[in-house]
Structures are given as structure tokens and as C-alpha cells.
């Protein structure tokens, strides 16, 4: 698609797309899908391994991002780059297949663009899902986390820069993840018997995996799991007003806290294996959005 990022003037570098590329992604998204298309109850990034919920999604329709305005083509292996469109048990959901990394060389504000889309699609949620080093050392590789909180170590903000149309400027991320959504989520794994950690996400600008001394010095700065994803996402939503929650997969001991080496085929082998406990997770949430 040749449609140019930004139609207005203003003073922002063209892999930069905003709020207005966002308006212009989710028309044509809504055109794709035509008569069929249902305003998301929620909006879901599904993270490395993560993928498979994605086949579970009734009356899809998938568009590639390489079709959606201000989407670049998605890079690593195990991100199939789709924007779905469907429901889950019902409920109308948008979800994406693949996400924009900072390690990807992609600017901070695009890697909180897709977020932008879901929510220009109707989106009030964002539900991020992420593979991350387990840092706590009382987590096992399978383990699913709750994210509490993040620290920012990335050294980049998806919002530097002149502000959005309809963004905070000064966005308080004293609750950067929604405390009700997430009560639901703890409520809906204690009744589907998915024992669901708790914790904080260390943002990383990869792609190298950490140090030993790094996560040493992670675990003092109290982080639990480590990650190259997520952060810019809840940034963006939390400037525009979205409620956001993120579920973290550990799919390894953070480096020097076991003596396997790190290795991406082992990331999405632990999501495979983890994939149904997540699956049920997910749709147990969604389900609550739908009553
Ligand atoms: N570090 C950073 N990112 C990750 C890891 C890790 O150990 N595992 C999966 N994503």
C-alpha cells in the first residue's frame, strides 16, 4: 500500500506515524472487513510463541500489515505480522499477530503504533502478551506473569516528540496497568485453576539477551522477568486514554540464573508447550468483557 504516513505538515520523521496514520489504518481495516466488521471489546498483541490463539479466532478476517497503513513489514521468526479480526467465544476482538520491536530498528512512536490502530478501531482495552525472562527466581520457565508494573530501561519513549492529537502530554503512569482488569485476570485464572505469578516487567532494547551482571543488577532494581517488548506499547495507551494489562510468558531463567544458554527456538518451544494454559487464560478475560 503507497499511502503516505502523514498527510499533514507537521515536523515528524516520516517512520514516525501518529494519531492521524492510526485514523487512516483503522478505515482501511474496517473497509477490508466491510458489513462484517464489530468494534473490539479488545485490542490483543500476541507475543512471541503466543501466536496460536490467533486459530481460535471465529469468522477471522486477517489482513496482513504490510496492507495497513504506517505498518512496516514484521521482521523476526515467530511474528507472522497479521492484524485479525473476529471473536473469541462471541466477543468481537482485534488482535494482532506480530509486533514492532525497538531491537527491529523501528522508531519508539512506531512501536506503540499498533496500539494507536486498536484503539482508532474502538478498542477501549489493550492486552498485551509478551515472552520474558524469569529474573524472580521462584519462577519456572511455562510460568505465566501478571504484569504489576514496568521500569522503562529501554532509554527511549515512544511519545518523545511534538505531542498527538488527542494524547496526555504528561501521561501519569502511576497505574500503567488497569488494578480492575487485572483483578479479572487473577480472578479468572484462580477459576480455570491457572496459577498466574505477579510481577514487575524490565523493558530491554535488545536484541542481545542480558548479562549475568545485568540481570544481577536487574534483580536489584526489582524487576521479576526482563523483556524487549510491551513498554512503548502501554506507554502509548496510557497517553490515549486506553486501559491496558499485560500477561508475561517466562520462557527461560534470565541469563547466569541457570545454566542453559538463551536461545530463541527455546523461547517459542515454551510458548508451544504453554499455549493452552494461555489460550484458556486470554479467553476467560475477553469472555468478562463480553457481559
Ligand atoms: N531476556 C530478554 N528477553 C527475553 C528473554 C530474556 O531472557 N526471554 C524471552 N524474551
Given at each position: 500500500m503507497s499511502m503516505p504516513f502523514r498527510t499533514s505538515s507537521m515536523a515528524v520523521p516520516a517512520d514516525e506515524p501518529g494519531a492521524h496514520d492510526a485514523r487512516l489504518a483503522a478505515e482501511a481495516i474496517r473497509r477490508r472487513a466491510g458489513a462484517e466488521f464489530r468494534v473490539p471489546a479488545v485490542g490483543i498483541v500476541l507475543g512471541s510463541g503466543l501466536g496460536?490463539?490467533?486459530?481460535?479466532?471465529?469468522?477471522a478476517i486477517s489482513i496482513p500489515?504490510?496492507?495497513?497503513?504506517?505498518f512496516p513489514v514484521a521482521t523476526v521468526?515467530?511474528?507472522?505480522g497479521q492484524v485479525i479480526l473476529g471473536t473469541l467465544d462471541g466477543v468481537p476482538v482485534a488482535m494482532l499477530a506480530g509486533r514492532l520491536h525497538?531491537?527491529?530498528?523501528?522508531?519508539p512512536a512506531l512501536a506503540g503504533y499498533p496500539v494507536r490502530v486498536l484503539h482508532a478501531l474502538g478498542a477501549p482495552v489493550y492486552l498485551a502478551s509478551n515472552a520474558a525472562g524469569g529474573i524472580n527466581r521462584t519462577f519456572a520457565p511455562g510460568d505465566l506473569m501478571l504484569v504489576a508494573d514496568h521500569i522503562?530501561?529501554?532509554?527511549?519513549?515512544?511519545?518523545?516528540g511534538p505531542v498527538q492529537p488527542g494524547d496526555e502530554r504528561f501521561p501519569d503512569?502511576?497505574?500503567?496497568?488497569?488494578p480492575e482488569l487485572r483483578a479479572r485476570l487473577r480472578s479468572v485464572a484462580g477459576e480455570l485453576g491457572i496459577d498466574l505469578k505477579d510481577g514487575v516487567y524490565m523493558g530491554l532494547l535488545g536484541p542481545t539477551y542480558e548479562t549475568p551482571a545485568e540481570v544481577r543488577m536487574l534483580e536489584k532494581f526489582g524487576a521479576d522477568a526482563v523483556g524487549m517488548s510491551t513498554v512503548p506499547e502501554v506507554v502509548v495507551a496510557r497517553a490515549i486514554g486506553m486501559r491496558a494489562v499485560a500477561i508475561s510468558l517466562i520462557t527461560n531463567k534470565a541469563?547466569?540464573?541457570?545454566a542453559e544458554p538463551l536461545a530463541h527456538d527455546e523461547v517459542l518451544q515454551v510458548g508451544r508447550e504453554a499455549a493452552d494454559r494461555f489460550q484458556r487464560l486470554v479467553r476467560g478475560f475477553v469472555r468478562t468483557l463480553g457481559a
Open positions: 496460536g490463539l490467533a486459530a481460535q479466532v471465529e469468522d500489515f504490510a496492507d495497513v497503513p504506517g521468526a515467530g511474528h507472522a525497538l531491537y527491529e530498528g523501528h522508531a522503562n530501561l529501554m532509554f527511549r519513549n515512544p511519545l518523545h503512569m502511576a497505574q500503567p496497568y488497569d541469563a547466569g540464573l541457570s
